[in-house]
């Protein structure tokens, strides 16, 4: 049983333009929301994380939006460029870390000039 | 670069075989984690050490084991290869309850 589930599984963006990934879960023990990027043959990097407590976290041009009733999140990429391009895998656990982290299916971004 | 370093970056093995793979985590981290990334899927959590010991449990069957040393550096060990254990062995390490850092992995190819 898939505990995160992510889409769309492919993303294709002009250049300039708002890149929106959604997320959904169904364990409300979740306490921890992180967004990784992944280049390939690169291992996945942090991005930006939230906690249920907040509805928005910024950091530059990525932003979460969490809806905690609705059980859930988005990533948001403003003025997407081409070096964004990269698969994103949104994840949930109930502890921040690494620990027992479930990951979506991931969303492949291409974002054309 | 997060300073966490896989070895190797890329392994072939015949099933039935044993496997180890070395991970060594960011300088003045104490947990390590490890993911199992199959082609085109998010990674699967296997399990954590921190402190020398187990700490979480995704999964796995007890054919996948591991060990931290006391310089927090992390072995995965994995017996008795099947063809489906190929995958993308990811690393993670951590200040326990901090955020966590990725190595480049491991290319696990059974044959």
């Known amino acids: 049983q898939q505990q995160v589930k992510q889409s769309p599984q492919s993303l294709i963006v002009q250049k300039g333009g708002i890149s929106i990934i959604n997320c959904a879960y169904e364990?409300?023990?979740?306490?921890?929301f992180p967004w990784y990027q992944q280049f390939p043959g690169k291992g996945p990097a942090l991005l930006i994380a939230i906690r249920p407590d907040v509805s928005e976290k910024k950091e530059g041009r990525f932003t979460i939006s969490f809806n905690k009733s609705a059980k859930q999140f988005s990533l948001h990429i403003m003025d997407s460029q081409p070096g964004d391009s990269a698969t994103y895998f949104c994840?949930?656990?109930?502890?921040?870390?690494?620990?027992?982290?479930?990951f979506g299916t991931g969303t492949r971004l291409t974002v054309i000039p | 670069e997060t300073g966490v370093t896989q070895s190797p970056t890329h392994l072939i093995k015949t099933r039935g075989q044993q496997v180890t793979l070395r991970c060594s985590s960011q300088s003045g981290h104490n947990t390590v984690s490890w993911y199992q990334q199959a082609l085109g899927q998010g990674p699967q959590f296997i399990f954590q050490?921190?402190?020398?010991?187990?700490?979480g449990r995704g999964n796995f069957p007890p054919r996948f084991s591991g060990l931290q040393f006391p310089n927090y550096s992390s072995e995965l060990n994995v017996n008795a290869l099947e063809l489906d254990d190929s995958a993308l062995y990811l690393c993670?390490?951590?200040?326990?309850?901090?955020?966590?850092?990725f190595g480049q992995g491991t290319r696990l190819t059974v044959v």
């Open positions: 993670a390490s951590s200040l326990y309850g901090q955020e966590a850092f």
């Open positions: 364990n409300t023990a979740f306490d921890y």
């Open positions: 994840a949930a656990s109930t502890e921040t870390g690494a620990n027992n982290l479930f």
């Open positions: 050490y921190y402190r020398e010991e187990e700490n």
